[in-house]
């Protein structure tokens, strides 16, 4: 494997996988560059060291070839102000106009290539695709997290044509490091928190889970499944009823492996979905009929915070509770809190998963755990697998 530190970009021209798929209002100004601004290290260490750089990317979902709301040539303004110099442009990312402006690219210039998923053939993973875009550069860099779970030709297919040059960036290397802390090195005790809706989206994350850590924790409304199979009375509450079986043998699996599984003793009740709705606590497994639990309940929250303050390696994946409804939210909060003050004692602290990821941003708390993870499905499915096709080409 290359070291992007330390090889030597004086000279050549770098092609760089972004992820700059980033939200606009409705005059095409981009509203979040936190993207832009993460990829900012790895192009500026190109540009440094006397190297050029080709930057390609998607944008959105586009249908039917070419449209200018998806184009990439809106987030230019962004991009030049970021990088403080300006931003050539191709309107086509394999076009003659793509191989002309590539081709005379001199260090420190940086070029911008069209959305690559104007053309059908980048999410196909087409071969032929994937060369064309690799004669524009000497070296490939693949720096989009994001997108590593795909095989698509910009991620995936475009390393074999770069078989002595290709490499991590800074931001996946940054990645990979704290996943890999969680995944096949964790300091013990080792505390995995689960929320979310649903036990089907996270059962090979469990099962790999139940190999490594010792405490799983589990909220948000999947608890209910688990309740429920355990003989639990949970009211209106959302439950995966053919997932019953699965509960239990996940339960009695963690017993197995010595694997202390936490479902919440309290919840907070409401009689109707909204942030309006009469509410109170009662005991997890007694949640009266016509009612659904919406959150964890204070007692939950006293004995799951203190195995977060125990632990020396902690992954969150999944809000506790409906977050986004005040009412809601303060199970949600008082994990992050814990998961901030477990981090300040020295643990590792991993937040991954969009849900989880917006709640630590929302409170404040996102320089104050380890690590923030960019790649919503990206990290689950390298939780799953503990690889992905956009990793496996480059360390191949």
Same mark, same amino acid.
């Given at each position: 494997?290359?070291?992007?530190?330390?090889?030597?970009?004086?000279?050549?021209?770098?092609?760089?996988?972004?992820?700059?798929?980033?939200?606009?209002?409705?005059?095409?100004?981009?509203?979040?560059?936190?993207?832009?601004?993460?990829?900012?290290?790895?192009?500026?260490?190109?540009?440094?060291?006397?190297?050029?750089?080709?930057?390609?990317?998607?944008?959105?979902?586009?249908?039917?070839?070419?449209?200018?709301?998806?184009?990439?040539?809106?987030?230019?303004?962004?991009?030049?102000?970021?990088?403080?110099?300006?931003?050539?442009?191709?309107?086509?990312?394999?076009?003659?106009?793509?191989?002309?402006?590539?081709?005379?690219?001199?260090?420190?210039?940086?070029?911008?290539?069209?959305?690559?998923?104007?053309?059908?053939?980048?999410?196909?993973?087409?071969?032929?695709?994937?060369? =064309?875009?690799?004669?524009?550069?000497?070296?490939? @860099?693949?720096?989009?997290?994001?997108?590593?779970?795909?095989?698509?030709?910009?991620? &995936?297919?475009?390393?074999?044509? /770069?078989?002595?040059?290709?490499?991590?960036?800074?931001?996946?290397?940054?990645?990979? !490091?704290?996943?890999?802390?969680?995944?096949?090195?964790?300091?013990?005790?080792?505390?995995?928190?689960?929320?979310?809706?649903?036990?089907?989206?996270?059962?090979?994350?469990?099962?790999?889970?139940?190999?490594?850590?010792?405490?799983?924790?589990?909220?948000?409304?999947?608890?209910?499944? /688990?309740?429920?199979?355990?003989?639990? =009375?949970?009211?209106?509450?959302? @439950?995966?009823?053919?997932?019953?079986?699965?509960?239990?043998?996940?339960?009695?699996? !963690?017993?197995?492996?010595?694997?202390?599984?936490?479902?919440?003793?309290?919840?907070?009740?409401?009689?109707?979905?909204?942030?309006?709705?009469? &509410?109170?606590?009662?005991?997890?497994?007694?949640?009266?009929?016509?009612?659904? %639990?919406?959150?964890?309940?204070?007692?939950?929250?006293?004995?799951?915070?203190?195995?977060?303050?125990?632990? =020396?390696?902690?992954?969150?994946?999944?809000?506790?509770?409906?977050?986004?409804?005040?009412? /809601?939210?303060?199970?949600?909060?008082?994990?992050?809190?814990?998961?901030?003050?477990?981090?300040?004692?020295?643990? /590792?602290?991993?937040?991954?998963?969009?849900?989880?990821? !917006? !709640?630590?941003?929302?409170? %404040?708390?996102?320089?104050?755990?380890?690590?923030?993870?960019?790649?919503?499905?990206?990290?689950?499915?390298?939780?799953?697998?503990?690889?992905?096709?956009?990793?496996?080409?480059?360390?191949?």
């Amino acid at each position: 494997m290359i070291s992007f530190e330390s090889y030597n970009f004086a000279g050549k021209r770098a092609i760089i996988r972004v992820d700059f798929n980033v939200p606009f209002d409705e005059n095409m100004k981009v509203t979040d560059d936190t993207r832009i601004m993460g990829a900012l290290p790895t192009i500026k260490k190109v540009l440094s060291d006397g190297g050029s750089v080709i930057l390609m990317s998607h944008l959105g979902r586009p249908k039917q070839g070419p449209e200018d709301k998806f184009s990439l040539r809106h987030i230019i303004p962004t991009l030049e102000s970021s990088l403080g110099k300006p931003v050539k442009f191709a309107g086509d990312c394999i076009g003659s106009d793509a191989v002309q402006l590539s081709s005379s690219l001199k260090k420190g210039e940086v070029l911008l290539l069209e959305n690559l998923r104007f053309y059908k053939e980048e999410e196909a993973g087409n071969e032929g695709f994937a060369q =064309k875009l690799s004669t524009l550069a000497d070296v490939y @860099v693949n720096d989009a997290f994001g997108t590593a779970h795909r095989a698509h030709a910009s991620t &995936t297919i475009i390393a074999k044509f /770069f078989p002595h040059n290709k490499m991590f960036g800074l931001l996946v290397e940054s990645e990979l !490091a704290g996943l890999d802390k969680v995944l096949h090195n964790p300091q013990k005790p080792y505390t995995a928190v689960l929320g979310g809706a649903k036990v089907s989206t996270k059962i090979t994350i469990i099962e790999n889970l139940l190999d490594r850590v010792d405490n799983l924790i589990i909220g948000g409304a999947m608890m209910f499944t /688990f309740i429920k199979a355990n003989g639990g =009375k949970i009211g209106a509450s959302m @439950v995966e009823d053919d997932k019953l079986d699965m509960a239990l043998a996940i339960l009695a699996k !963690a017993k197995a492996k010595g694997v202390k599984i936490l479902l919440p003793v309290d919840v907070v009740i409401a009689d109707s979905f909204s942030n309006d709705a009469k &509410t109170r606590i009662v005991k997890s497994n007694e949640i009266p009929d016509g009612w659904l %639990g919406l959150d964890i309940g204070t007692e939950t929250i006293s004995a799951f915070s203190a195995i977060i303050d125990g632990s =020396k390696t902690i992954l969150w994946n999944g809000p506790m509770g409906v977050f986004e409804m005040s009412n /809601f939210a303060l199970g949600t909060k008082e994990v992050a809190k814990a998961m901030a003050k477990a981090t300040a004692k020295g643990a /590792f602290s991993l937040v991954g998963g969009g849900d989880s990821v !917006a !709640a630590i941003n929302q409170l %404040g708390l996102a320089n104050e755990v380890s690590y923030v993870s960019t790649g919503g499905g990206a990290l689950l499915e390298y939780l799953e697998n503990g690889d992905l096709p956009g990793i496996k080409a480059v360390r191949e």
